[in-house]
């Protein structure tokens, strides 16, 4: 059972134009959601968070929406650079448990 | 300010042998977590530590597994006998009152 999904593996976008990551939960109990940035051979890196009580977060070039009754999150990267291209992990967090449930990753690739 | 630290990197072993990876969180930095990492898969909880305390030990394969963290510092997690099915990238992660994680880098094992 998995309650934190990324369905898409993969993804490619044009240098400068708009990254889209999408993120699905099943857990209504989630109330923190988290994005990380992996690259090769490195351990995951935090990016940006967002409460349960918002539904949009901004940092710099990144922003994470959230839409509570669809039960998905977005991140979204404007404008995208070549280094953006690594594997983003969408995490999600019952503050009640402090048990964070990770994604399966989405692989962006941003071509120069 | 000093990353988590893990090591080692890689490890390649026998089937049956055992192996131990070390941690080192930040500094300040109350949980410490153990996190395994399969191949295109998001990382998945082993153990959680607040302190000295395991708090939740619930998905670490305990016939096999262990896991200490003495003096609420370092942490230590050993794997004995190894099976085929533990090659994967442990991760450490540690973060303050249950904040945001941040991980190491992993160690990466290889069991043959």
């Known amino acids: 059972d998995q309650q934190v999904k990324q369905n898409s593996p993969s993804l490619s976008v044009q240098e400068g134009r708009i990254s889209i990551l999408n993120c699905d939960y099943t857990?209504?109990?989630?109330?923190?959601f988290l994005w990380y940035k992996k690259y090769p051979a490195e351990g995951p890196t935090f990016l940006i968070s967002i409460s349960s009580i918002k539904d949009k977060n901004e940092d710099g070039r990144f922003t994470v929406f959230l839409n509570k009754s669809a039960k998905h999150l977005s991140l979204h990267i404007v404008p995208s650079q070549p280094g953006d291209s690594a594997v983003y992990f969408c995490a999600a967090l019952h503050s009640g448990t402090y048990k964070y449930i990770f994604g399966t990753g989405t692989r962006l690739k941003v071509l120069a | 300010e000093a990353g988590v630290v893990q090591s080692p990197r890689y490890k390649i072993i026998e089937k049956k042998q055992p192996v131990a990876f070390w941690c080192n969180p930040i500094?300040?930095?109350?949980?410490l977590y153990w996190y395994l990492q399969n191949l295109g898969q998001g990382p998945e909880l082993l153990i959680r530590y607040e302190n000295e305390e395991a708090v939740d030990d619930s998905q670490l394969p305990k016939d096999r597994f262990s896991a200490e963290r003495l003096k609420g510092v370092d942490s230590t997690l050993k794997i004995q006998p190894a099976e085929l099915g533990d090659s994967a990238v442990y991760l450490c992660?540690?973060?303050?009152?249950?904040?945001?994680?941040?991980f190491g880098e992993g160690s990466r094992l290889t069991v043959l």
């Open positions: 857990n209504s109990m989630f109330d923190y």
């Open positions: 500094s300040g930095h109350n949980t």
């Open positions: 992660a540690s973060s303050f009152l249950n904040g945001e994680l941040f």
